[in-house]
């Protein structure tokens, strides 16, 4: 029998008296990039052919939503393996995993299936290898978040975080002459940027990363609502408070002139105070969230006086990834077609 939908709340704007008539600059792109769909058709799949409970250790991805949705289809979130019963299958989330919990899991005799974003496993990559070669790693992100904790788990003895441009300021390496710069996925490009060029102030022989590490779906997503802010009297993001992403946008949606702007998880938080004096709203939505969520904001808006939406698009994605291994065949062998691509979230 199929699991029923879990339905995302509703309502405070439209149970309320029109606040206004306007329209909706909608950016583009927006909510789920590949790296989220992935996690979150892993665990689908795993819970598929394995059955219920399928364990996950932290979130999958950070939105309550889909969260949510996965416990109702058998999905259990931990915050460690040593919670997992011996033997299980273990689901490691999009943000990465460190190789000591690679190996815990290993030691409980747990089936792991690794669900990291291959961008993510591409910093670990790098980490790994400018270790290797006895660099000092100035590694820009939050401090706490799972993906840093991931990253430098690869190489302890060589990474030292910096948190901030102020951070950069007063960082101490060992050589100057050794040192490069790499950076969590689903930072602010704008202040990351000011953090290297803070770092390369100090050390001129800082080296760069191979390649981008902020994701390609953050910078899209930041490019996008920073061709509408100043056009919006409000910006609504769509997404949970501890995605790094979602938050980054209300950063810039304000920094790039929006005259305000929130974050909500569902359109029920919407408050109808913020529509005073509003005549264009902007809306955009994290990289894990659902296009659902944003379906469930227009439409209240939309009884609310603002019908008329405009979608404003300034990249097109179509990059998907394959499932992990693990989940890549069906029961006899077959390959998963789902593992061939991926999912569009609009």
């Given at each position: 029998?199929?699991?029923?939908?879990?339905?995302?709340?509703?309502?405070?704007?439209?149970?309320?008296?029109?606040?206004?008539?306007?329209?909706?600059?909608?950016?583009?792109?927006?909510?789920?990039?590949?790296?989220?769909?992935r996690a979150v058709i892993a665990v689908e799949k795993a819970i598929e052919r394995y059955g219920s409970p399928v364990y996950v250790r932290k979130q999958i991805v950070h939105n309550v939503h889909v969260v949510t949705s996965l416990e109702a289809k058998g999905a259990i979130f931990v915050e460690e393996v040593d919670e997992v019963p011996e033997g299980a299958h273990v689901v490691f989330s999009a943000h990465g995993v460190s190789p000591a919990v690679v190996s815990a899991?290993?030691?409980?005799?747990?089936?792991?299936?690794?669900?990291?974003?291959?961008?993510?496993?591409?910093?670990?990559?790098?980490?790994?290898?400018?270790?290797?070669?006895?660099?000092q790693i100035l590694l820009i992100g939050h401090e706490g978040h799972e993906e840093v904790e991931g990253t430098a788990g690869e190489a302890p003895d060589h990474v030292t975080l910096v948190t901030s441009p102020?951070?950069?300021?007063?960082v101490e390496v060992a050589d100057p002459e050794r040192v490069v710069w790499l950076s969590q996925t689903t930072l602010s490009v704008d202040e990351t940027m000011e953090t290297v060029r803070r770092l390369r102030e100090r050390f001129p022989a800082l080296a760069d990363p191979p390649s981008d590490d902020i994701c390609?779906?953050?910078?899209?997503?930041?490019?996008?609502?920073?061709?509408?802010?100043?056009?919006?009297d409000l910006v609504i993001?769509?997404?949970?408070?501890?995605?790094?992403?979602?938050?980054?946008?209300?950063?810039?949606?304000?920094?790039?002139?929006?005259?305000?702007a929130y974050r909500?998880?569902?359109?029920?938080?919407?408050?109808?105070?913020w529509f005073e004096g509003v005549e264009t709203v902007g809306v955009t939505s994290g990289a894990s969230v659902p296009e659902v969520l944003v379906r469930d904001l227009l439409a209240d808006l939309a009884e609310a006086g603002f019908a008329d939406v405009e979608e404003v698009t300034t990249?097109?994605?179509?990059?998907?990834?394959?499932?992990?291994?693990?989940?890549?065949?069906?029961?006899?062998?077959?390959?998963?077609?789902?593992?061939?691509g991926g999912r569009r979230s609009s």
């Open positions: 029998m199929p699991t029923p939908r879990v339905p995302s709340p509703r309502g405070r704007l439209k149970d309320t008296a029109t606040v206004g008539a306007g329209r909706v600059l909608l950016a583009a792109p927006r909510g789920y990039c590949a790296g989220v769909d899991a290993a030691d409980r005799g747990l089936q792991a299936i690794d669900a990291t974003c291959p961008l993510v496993t591409k910093v670990h990559r790098e980490a790994v290898r400018f270790a290797r070669d006895d660099y102020e951070a950069a300021d007063t390609y779906a953050t910078q899209n997503r930041q490019v996008a609502i920073k061709k509408i802010a100043d056009r919006s993001v769509v997404g949970s408070a501890n995605s790094s992403n979602s938050v980054r946008l209300v950063e810039v949606a304000l920094e790039y002139g929006a005259r305000a909500v998880d569902f359109a029920s938080e919407v408050l109808p105070e990249a097109e994605e179509d990059l998907v990834f394959s499932l992990p291994k693990e989940l890549r065949t069906d029961r006899s062998g077959q390959q998963d077609a789902r593992a061939m």
